[in-house]
């Protein structure tokens, strides 16, 4: 029981704090050794686990962590050869580093947060360097600072694992020969680099809101990672209307998150969720970064999904949701990004202001694509849509081939359900 407590908290330690760790031991020991970084906050990692169960979990984990991945990092720059004469002065920056977030009696306090948040800010821009080819860029970023794996960077992209794995390998041999370094960029530059930074925080926090495989639907750490990192970026004098348009749409949908599975733990679809469980602190914070949004011309996916959502949040009840205007909206929204997973989404609202035949011929291109091969929700909305309009034979087909692709527990028994009722 302790170990799993343990491993429970690790794990979160790792999605909160790794990415920060890495991003303060970059900054002292160059981009050119991010690896470096990342081995060493690993292995700081490894020594919770083999630690706490016996020793007991300390008072500050997250400070500990911090100690110790500094002090693994020094061991290994003495231990090396590559810093030279500089070996010396980098550990002593080191050194200053952690005794800087030290309080009296040793241990760091979370004042490291206040030392870490530019330093993540200035990981993240590094990650989406413009000299870095966008998917690398992302794909580094969510590994680096969000902490995926190469498995889940995969399913993010819909690629296979030693596609993502070489991406990887090649941004941080391009960082190194290009000597790319740290400083926040300004003017075209920065603009270029933004783009990338908010496909990171959308893609960790779509991770979080419907977890693609394992025994959990939603995985809330992350969802609220994406959001604190959405409003670290809002809140610098870098923003622009598309990182408010974000963070508002992050907000929203986060807000949803406690009604989207009930007390078992199973799947509630949006329009059965209890509307008395949304966070009406997350919908307020939503609109004020959604009001924020609307400065100057441009219009990115971002407004328009934030505008879904927000359309989503001031409904009294699924019966008073304005579905024609949403897909109004999700017509905008093809227009700008023509993504097959839009194109699902669309036909979902064609259903509800059409009927279902229309949005079964909206989808039928989408069976097509090979990406979508093996994706389990265009299988489930087919045999939604079959299933109302008592086509029970075909969707009964339809939500077994669903049953076959990877998705998560409570999916599968959804689905299962829906099977159910086709007989």
């Given amino acids: 029981m302790i170990a799993n407590q343990t491993d429970g908290l690790v794990e979160h330690l790792f999605r909160h704090q790794a990415g920060r760790i890495v991003a303060r031991l970059t900054r002292i020991l160059g981009p050119a050794h991010i690896a470096l970084a990342e081995e060493t906050v690993q292995d700081a990692l490894v020594r919770a686990l083999q630690s706490w169960p016996y020793n007991g979990v300390p008072d500050n984990p997250a400070g500990w962590l911090f100690r110790v991945a500094h002090n693994l990092a020094i061991d290994a720059i003495r231990r090396g050869k590559s810093f030279g004469d500089k070996t010396e002065a980098i550990v002593a920056d080191i050194v200053r580093s952690v005794d800087r977030g030290a309080g009296v009696s040793g241990p760091p306090t979370i004042d490291v947060e206040e030392q ?166 997350l919908i307020a914070l939503g609109f004020h970064h959604f009001d924020r949004s609307m400065a100057g011309d441009q219009v990115s996916e971002y407004h328009v999904q934030a505008a879904i959502a927000a359309t989503h949040a001031r409904a009294l009840d699924p019966q008073s949701l304005d579905w024609p205007l949403i897909l109004q909206l999700y017509d905008q929204l093809l227009a700008i990004n023509g993504s097959p997973i839009v194109a699902l989404n669309r036909a979902v609202a064609i259903a509800k202001v059409r009927g279902p035949a229309e949005a079964l011929a909206a989808i039928a291109p989408l069976e097509r694509d090979p990406k979508l091969r093996e994706y389990h929700l265009l299988l489930a909305v087919r045999g939604q849509l079959l299933l109302e309009l008592d086509r029970t034979k075909e969707a009964a087909d339809a939500f077994h081939s669903a049953l076959a692709c990877a998705c998560t527990e409570p999916e599968r028994r959804f689905l299962q359900r829906q099977l159910d009722r086709c007989a």
């Fill in 116 to 281: 870490l948040r530019d330093e993540e800010l200035r990981m993240i821009f590094m990650c989406c360097h413009p000299e870095l080819p966008r998917d690398a860029s992302v794909a580094l970023s969510l590994k680096t600072i969000g902490g995926f794996n190469v498995r889940e960077i995969a399913r993010a992209f819909l690629a296979d694992e030693p596609a993502i794995a070489q991406r990887l390998v090649r941004a941080k041999r391009q960082i190194r020969d290009r000597n790319l370094t740290l400083d926040m960029p300004s003017g075209a530059d920065l603009a270029g680099r933004l783009d990338a930074v908010l496909d990171v925080l959308y893609f960790t926090f779509n991770e979080g809101y419907a977890a693609r495989e394992g025994a959990d639907l939603i995985r809330t750490d992350l969802c609220f990672e994406a959001l604190r990192l959405g409003r670290l970026v809002a809140g610098a004098t870098i923003a622009a209307p598309r990182v408010h348009a974000l963070v508002a749409l992050m907000a929203f949908q986060a807000a949803r998150l406690p009604a989207r599975v009930d007390a078992a733990g199973d799947l509630v679809l949006l329009e059965h969720q209890d509307r008395g469980r949304w966070d009406d602190r």
